[in-house]
């Protein structure tokens, strides 16, 4: 036992320092370069993680069945080096001005986030793993949205605090999931917008709905805040260009639908959650973590 906990330790401290050096080697490097290097480590990727490739064209063949398998193939390749490119930019959010992030990030919609503000409750930002979601909430904050992020704690506590720290380095705040209610409930109160990502097979409260034709379990927190107090969600994303630049899209207020049965309106409004996070996935379906077994605990008997 002893052994496993120095080895885990060993293990957590190696990849604390390994990440750090990254991080600092990639800042070093100008964005071209950078962007380079992280297409590089997407293809390297592709090539060597075979079980989490396959995970990919799998997921992409469900998700797509009428792609045919050499379309797939090229998509499952394109799926990690826009991981790899997203990677090397959050890396560099460190070193980031302003200026920089105004030049290579466009934004329409935002209108819709400033009305929902005007209500005065706090809004809920419905998101997902789509593009560099990442920088999402840094070039909000950086616009002078007040924005908490709830997210999954990492394992490696090193590491965890380390990726914290890079975000709230822009005034960003972040909510580890575990405490996550009492802190969204303090950030709406206090009119904040509170971001939440619901497009994960996760150990939280949630139903299943569908998702990309099949039945999906999915959180349900943000519909269940909005349905009791009021806050409106208001679902926003971003994406990569060709050009390498990103366009953040932000979508109107979701009308929530109200039958009187609780659970069944937790059930209805989350489903059209999911599909409005599904339009933007399937826009740039690249864009999207496809090795992340979505459908899993609706199927606990195939292996995703």
């Known amino acids: 036992m002893k052994k496993k906990r120095l080895y885990k330790s060993f293990k957590h401290t190696f990849a604390y320092w390994f990440v750090l050096i990254l991080f600092a080697s990639v800042r070093r490097l100008s964005r071209k370069t950078a962007l380079r290097f992280g297409k590089t480590l997407g293809r390297s990727a592709f090539h060597l993680f075979s079980k989490e490739r396959k995970k990919v064209q799998k ?5 797509f069945p009428d792609f045919s398998p050499r379309r797939i193939g090229r998509l499952a390749r394109q799926v990690f080096v826009h991981l790899g490119k997203n990677a090397v930019d959050m890396m560099r959010m460190g070193s ?3 200026e920089e992030l105004d030049r290579i990030v466009s934004s329409e919609g935002l209108k819709h986030l400033d009305r929902a503000q005007k209500e005065g409750k706090g809004v809920l930002l419905l998101s997902g793993h789509i593009g560099n979601w990442e920088l999402l909430g840094v070039y909000l904050t950086m616009k002078g949205y007040p924005i908490s992020a ?3 704690s ?3 506590p090193k590491l965890d605090r380390l990726l914290v720290s890079h975000r709230e380095r822009f005034g960003l705040r972040n909510i ?3 405490k996550a209610t009492r802190e969204i409930l303090r950030a709406l109160h206090r009119g904040k917008c509170v971001a939440l990502l619901i497009d994960q097979d996760t150990n939280v409260e949630g139903a299943f709905v569908d998702f990309f034709g099949r039945p999906a379990f999915t959180p349900t927190g943000p519909v269940s805040l909005s349905l009791k107090f009021g806050a409106p969600i208001v679902p926003i994303a ?3 260009e060709q050009d390498d630049t990103y366009h953040l899209i932000v979508r109107p207020q979701i009308e929530l639908t109200r039958t009187g049965d609780e659970a069944e309106d937790k ?3 989350t489903a059209h959650c999911s599909k409005i996070l599904e339009d933007f996935i399937r826009e740039h379906p690249a864009q999207w973590v496809w090795m992340h077994r979505r459908w899993k605990t609706k199927a606990m008997s195939n292996e995703q």
């Open 59 to 63: 997921h992409l063949s469900i998700a």
């Open 96 to 98: 980031s001005t302003k």
């Open 150 to 152: 709830v997210g999954k």
């Open 154 to 156: 990492l394992n490696n």
């Open 176 to 178: 580890a999931r575990g």
């Open 238 to 240: 971003i994406h990569r």
């Open 267 to 269: 059930r209805i409004n």
